[in-house]
Nanobody, 118 residues
């Protein structure tokens, strides 16, 4: 059974930092590209950052220079370090896994809420 469990969300002041973690189980983590997405109230779910099986990363323009995604294959975790947080970063943050082969399905976690107060 595939399971992605996010943690680390919470309330933080403008300019503060948080570190999100996603614990994965039920699949061969090293063969999956991982990503963080977020969904603000009333908006669509958007990409925040991705990291592939080789460690290459990609970021949304809005978070470049502030957020860092990383993965720890032996521990089956992917993390998102968020610095210089802004009120517009307020959202539910979701972890996603997608296998490296064609037609792989996406697996999603339940999300963790990040609230940045102004």
């Amino acid at each position: 059974q595939v399971l992605l469990v996010e943690s680390g969300g919470g309330l933080v002041q403008n300019g503060g930092s948080l570190r999100l973690s996603c614990a994965a189980s039920g699949f061969t983590f090293s063969l999956y590209n991982m990503g963080w997405y977020r969904q603000a109230p009333g908006k669509e779910r958007d990409l925040v950052a991705t990291i592939d099986t080789g460690g290459s990363t990609n970021y949304a323009d809005s978070v470049k220079g502030r957020f860092t995604i990383s993965r720890d294959n032996p521990k089956n975790t992917v993390s998102l370090q968020m610095n210089s947080l802004k009120p517009e970063d307020t959202a539910v943050y979701y972890c996603k896994a997608r296998g490296i082969w064609v037609n792989s399905v996406d697996y999603w976690g339940e999300g963790t809420l990040v609230t940045v107060s102004s």
